[in-house]
Nanobody, 116 residues
């Protein structure tokens, strides 16, 4: 049974930092891409950042320079270090994993609230 367990969300003041974690288990194929998306209006999921098996990263323009994605392949865990958080970063963040055949898995989501 595939599980993506997210943690690290919460309430933070503008300018503050949070670190999200997502541990994947039960995926039998090699994990290719790990990443983060966030809920957008209309219940869509906007791309935030991804990292490949080899460490290649991509970021949405809105988070470049503020967020850093990393992963621990031995633990099948992906992290998102979020700095200089803004109120517009407030939403639910979802972990996403893609294995080598191309199957996509989602976490349950973790709430991030940036407010004074």
């Amino acid at each position: 049974q595939v599980q993506l367990v997210e943690s690290g969300g919460g309430l933070v003041q503008p300018g503050g930092s949070l670190r999200l974690s997502c541990a994947a288990s039960g995926i039998t194929n090699p994990i290719y891409i790990m990443g983060w998306y966030r809920r957008a209006p209309g219940n869509k999921r906007d791309f935030v950042a991804t990292i490949t098996q080899d460490g290649d990263t991509k970021y949405a323009d809105s988070v470049k320079g503020r967020f850093t994605i990393s992963r621990d392949n031995a633990k099948n865990t992906v992290y998102l270090e979020m700095n200089n958080l803004k109120p517009e970063d407030t939403t639910v963040y979802y972990c996403n994993v893609v294995d080598l055949p191309g199957y996509r898995y989602w976490g349950q989501g973790t709430q991030v609230t940036v407010s004074s």
